[in-house]
């Protein structure tokens, strides 16, 4: 059987790249080739896959250097015992593609992740190798994001950190039992070791840098994570909890969520028909609360069901709202910050305004209305200096006034 051509290569490996969700280009450090130094850039805009907190879009080649691989994980399309189209790229193809890309003004990085060929540890050496040469042949100056490999030797996984502005480890399921149960090959001890050892890594970096500004960097982006939904049986309380601990434990940048997607020939073990995309949104909604709303992992979790389960028609921001309506309503002229961030439909940007504003003026209800998408979801959780909901907020019927209709979504973030 001949071998694909490139362009019939590129085609499978960046279509078996659409599974990884980290791709996220946020927090790295900003370089440019302007001055006629170098390559490349972090900044700028282009067609994209990735945004920075700061709502730049930044595109990425996202491919596979392979999808040959020897695990055979139930729920990857890639497993060994799958019967799709392989395909692999040399580590000089994937660097030729990148600057042709780039030149072409089509992509700003890479996002770099592979089957596991041979070992561990020769895959590892590949993708590194494809960042080296990036960086020191060519002294490209774009982001680039590499997936590493929990199971090759820690000092590879050290060096990915020299060459990447981003590294990852993807845990791949909520669970050791569901990590156990459908990835028989991989080992949760090993991955959390691996990413506790890139943790550690990055913070000596960080202080090398302080005391020696000769000192190289190492991941000025961090490190995230990926896990599956919807492919064991954790409730969204558990993968909460995780994605707390992981935070706390390894100093990530992201934790990512992927809902689980049938594949051709899947194993019995699961399910089969994926969940509803709205439950990973919720699932990023509550991991939005955790880090930019002040709520602590058993908050969100509390807005869960009996069943441990986010409740798909409304955000867990309102859902929690709901349910402990004892905290409101709010008063915008006299509430602290984390009280207002409570607020269904406030966003960050929404309360500080208010904070801003009240310093001059006693806010009224119209003012509140100019800062947010819609009015009629905030006022039962508020008190201005010409309203107050009364009874508004205790009643029976109150979830069916400010949930969304079925044809929108309410705004968590507004303004």
């Not at 540890?121 to 929990?150: C, N, W």
Request: proline residues 6%; hydrophobic residues 40%.
């Amino acid at each position: 059987m001949s071998r694909p051509s490139l362009i019939e290569r590129l085609a499978i490996l960046a279509d078996a790249a659409k599974y990884d969700a980290s791709c996220a280009s946020s927090g790295t450090t900003r370089r440019t080739s302007k001055g006629g130094k170098g390559i490349g850039s972090t900044e700028g805009m282009g067609i994209c896959h990735a945004y920075a907190p700061d709502g730049r879009c930044i595109s990425l080649l996202k491919i596979l250097l392979t999808n040959h691989c020897v695990f055979d994980c139930h729920y990857c399309i890639n497993r060994k015992s799958s019967n799709v189209r392989r395909a692999r790229f040399t580590p000089q193809e994937v660097v030729d593609l990148t600057l042709s890309f780039y030149r072409r003004n089509y992509i700003e990085g890479l996002f770099l992740s592979s089957g596991i060929v041979k070992s561990s540890s020769h895959t590892m050496e590949q993708l590194i190798e494809v960042a080296r040469i990036l960086r020191q042949e060519h002294d490209f100056r774009g982001y680039i994001h590499l997936k590493t490999i929990p199971e090759a030797d820690p000092e590879l996984v050290r060096q990915a950190g020299l060459y990447a502005d981003r590294v990852s480890i993807n845990v791949e399921l909520p669970t050791v039992a569901g990590l156990t149960r459908l990835a028989p090959d991989k080992n949760a001890a090993v991955i959390e070791g691996a990413m506790g050892d890139l943790k550690s890594a990055i913070v000596e970096a960080k202080d090398a840098r302080r005391r020696f500004r000769s000192a190289p960097r190492f991941a000025p982006a961090g490190q995230s994570t990926q896990m599956i939904v919807g492919a064991d049986g954790a409730s969204d309380a558990q993968i909460v909890g995780r994605a707390s601990a992981l935070y706390g434990q390894y100093r990530l940048r992201r934790v990512y969520y992927s809902a689980f997607s049938p594949i051709p020939d899947a194993s019995a073990v699961l399910p089969l028909k994926r969940p509803p995309l709205i439950r990973e949104h919720r699932l990023y909604q509550s991991d939005w609360l955790m880090r930019f709303y002040g709520y602590r992992p058993d908050e969100v979790q509390q807005a869960a069901g009996a069943d441990g389960m986010l409740p798909l028609d409304v955000d867990p921001k309102l859902a929690w709202a709901l349910k402990f309506r004892e905290s409101f309503p709010v008063d915008v002229n006299r509430a602290p910050r984390e009280l207002l961030l409570r607020v269904p439909g406030l966003g960050t940007r929404a309360v500080g305004a208010i904070l801003a504003s009240r310093r001059h003026r006693t806010l009224r209800l119209d003012d509140v209305a100019k800062l947010t998408v819609s009015l009629a979801k905030v006022r039962p959780f508020i008190v201005t200096a010409d309203w107050r909901p009364v009874l508004l907020t205790d009643r029976d019927d109150l979830k069916a006034l400010v949930a969304p209709r079925r044809s929108e979504q309410l705004e968590l973030f507004a303004a």
